[in-house]
């Protein structure tokens, strides 16, 4: 609604936003005001506090009720901040309403900050609700709810954060868990030790029939499957 204080609740919240330790990006367009009078809005960089002028009366561009937006003025705060939407962990837009969408590079910016999942904070003309609607809960900011719905934006940016640093955390625990189950290095190849010669008896050689029923009486030793490979596999030789 007009005059409900949307740009002070989203000062607010960024505030208390940065005061938790949450990198907020974005920007807000406050009043410009000359002798108690607007005289047109400019935009803020919430993460760098440059300012530049959105519309005034005296501008020169597309006109929007009385006032005349500075379309480059705009841009120069608004799209580097957009473009750079997932190094925050929060996104404020303030607003999406005529003169902002007399931008065709906030328009086409706008797809990519939805699509981000950085949770996005945006105040909305009423004239665009059906149109941005499917991209999350829309509230209606009277005079009379602003507190509410403050502490409301808190809990739930605050929550989706938490989330999602729970998300992030999981797989590098996974991983220390897997690189301590690592199987350890070979320390060096070792070379098998060689069989002590036999020495000649001087006794004659057996026949190669006698050989061969002496091999047949002696038992043959029991083949252990897989265990020469698993010791080399622990061991790491």
Known sequence: MPKSGKTTILRKVVDELKG???KVGGFISPEE????????????DLETGKVATLASTDANGPKVSKYHVDI???ESIAVPSMENVDMYDVFV??????M????????????????????????????????????????????????????????????????????????????KKQKARKK????????????P???KSGMPKPKKEERHAHKEEEPKPKKRHGVIGKAREFIGF
Do not use: C, W
């Open 93 to 98: 837009i303030d607003e999406i309403g005529r």
């Open 20 to 22: 938790r330790g949450l």
């Open 197 to 199: 010669k036999k020495k």
């Open 100 to 175: 902002e969408l007399k931008s065709q590079k906030f328009v086409a910016l706008l797809d990519k900050v939805f699509e981000s999942p950085v949770p996005v904070i945006a105040s909305l003309n009423r004239d665009y609700v059906d149109q941005y609607t499917v991209h999350g809960d829309v509230v209606l900011l009277t005079q009379t709810n602003r507190e509410a719905i403050f502490l409301d934006l808190i809990n739930k940016v605050v929550a989706e954060y938490a989330g999602k640093s729970r998300r992030a955390a999981k797989p590098k625990q996974k991983a």
């Open 72 to 74: 480059k003025s705009f």
């Open 184 to 195: 350890p290095k070979a320390m060096g190849k070792t070379k098998p030790a060689k069989k």
């Open 33 to 44: 005001t000359e002798h108690g009078t607007r005289t047109g809005f400019f935009v803020e």
